[in-house]
């Protein structure tokens, strides 16, 4: 009798924690089966960006602001909940979402087959390429072969470090060295003070670095990659469709152009 009693207790107090789980905010949601259901539940979603990439997300004051956020905004709006966003490491922002830290990212985050092992990600919203950035004048990098024997800065983990590493040499560039930093804003410093020969970087922060350096920096060649920005969410989360209905309604309703002519107009630099 005892013994049933104990193992009553024990099964109560197991079905108590799982349920309490179930509903410990927004962010745990990340494995449950539903994670919409969850997020409508505690009233809020979470999000990871790298705030260093302008005009995608970067800091007005203390808040993350930009092409991302008014895309993310609109997935609570639409979900009747509120957002949450937080400024991490870019290479921080997949593991967050596996550990269940977050519901999902928008960090101008390029498709990739390397990330889709450890993320979902939504439809496509964005278009974009690497490009060279140079100090202005210099007249020995003009194409990508230049870069060979060249030591080049990349922002970690992100799609130009893949680039300019050429590990699995598919890439027709040979560099002599590739320099890694948190930010991009950092490489573009380094490069402004003559440390490094050049930046590879996503074509549209590299016109806002252009646009915020006038004079010193200048982007040179041809693009070297093609790629789509896509939101990521934890493997198996149903938040992807829910997604993917907002990005389509914003590019169908035109509100996706409106919302990157904000972020990219000379009004706004
Ligand atoms: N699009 C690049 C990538 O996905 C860079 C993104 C970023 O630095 N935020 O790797």
Known sequence: MKKK????????GMALSMAACGSSGSSSSAKSDDAVAAIKKAGKITMVTNAEFPPFEYKDGNKVTGIDADIAQAVADDLGVKLEITDIAFDS???????GKADFCLAGMTVTDDRKKNADFSDPYFDASQVI????????????SDLDGKVVG???????????TNEDGKNDISVKEVKRYQKHVDAVSDLIAGRIDAVVLDDYP?????EQNKGKIEKVGENLTTEEYAAVVPKGSNLVDEINKVVKNLKDSGKMNEIVDKYTSDSNQ
Not at 5 to 12: G, S
Not at 93 to 99: E, H, N, V
Not at 206 to 210: G, K, P, R, S, T
């Open 93 to 99: 922002c997949i593991p967050a979402l596996k550990s």
């Open 133 to 144: 950035l140079v100090k202005s004048g210099n007249t020995d990098i003009s194409k990508p």
């Open 5 to 12: 009693i104990m193992a009553l207790i024990l099964a109560a």
């Open 154 to 164: 990349v922002q970690q983990g992100t799609t130009g470090d893949t680039y300019c």
């Open 206 to 210: 590299a016109e806002q670095f252009i």
